[in-house]
């Protein structure tokens, strides 16, 4: 204890989390949710033999599009054919989904639903792939 000004001053203890640091004890749940949720979806993602933009992988979980993994094998070989034949940008088309690839950088650039597909004008791309399993 401390006199000032005739006042006794006892300063509180000061805990660890109001000087901006997490005390010890303290870990918040929420965010370690969400990094074991991001851990789990980045681990599954490279497995994949092609990349998933971060827009794809919002399209496809928006819409419940699901793709099993020997439809990306068979996606994954037919976009190495199509990178040999010269193309960069391509439409595949699946049974249930339509989904807009880069042949150069194995990457699908976004995903939609085959029922809303069929209303669509894909532009910028040079050849399609139709995958028919």
Known sequence: MTKINAF????FPISASVRGKPAVDEKPKQENANQTFSKSLETECERLPVKLSKHARERMNLRNIQISSSEWQLIHSKMQEARKMG???SLVLTKDAALVVNT?????????????AGTRIFSNINGTIVINQ
């Open 87 to 89: 193309i960069n940008d």
């Open 104 to 116: 150069s950088n194995q990457t699908v650039i976004t995903a939609m639903g085959l029922d809303e």
């Open 8 to 11: 006794t001053y006892s300063p």
